[in-house]
């Protein structure tokens, strides 16, 4: 049985959106469960997918908290 979790930022796909939609994690789940069905032959109802959203100020990457790496990229400083 496999677990599959996925994790994204908890900021929408749209400007006035602060988290996934219900729509948007249905979709996650069929196609990683897709995914294993046709790579590992794991039947669906025995994939599990866990989503978690992860706030934005809780990730970053270049060695910044993502807020700042982003303004910084936009100013062309990255």
Excluded: C, F
Aim: aromatic fraction near 6%; hydrophobic fraction near 40%; glycine fraction near 8%.
């Amino acid at each position: 049985m496999p677990i599959v979790t996925v994790q994204v930022t908890r900021e929408g796909t749209a400007p006035d959106r602060s988290s996934v939609t219900a729509e948007e994690k249905a979709a996650i789940i069929a196609g990683v469960s897709q995914v294993l069905l046709d790579v590992l032959n794991k039947p669906l109802e025995s994939t599990y997918v866990v989503i978690e959203e992860v706030e934005l100020d809780n990730w970053g990457w270049g060695g910044l908290p993502t807020a700042q790496y982003r303004k910084k990229k936009a100013e062309g400083k990255a």
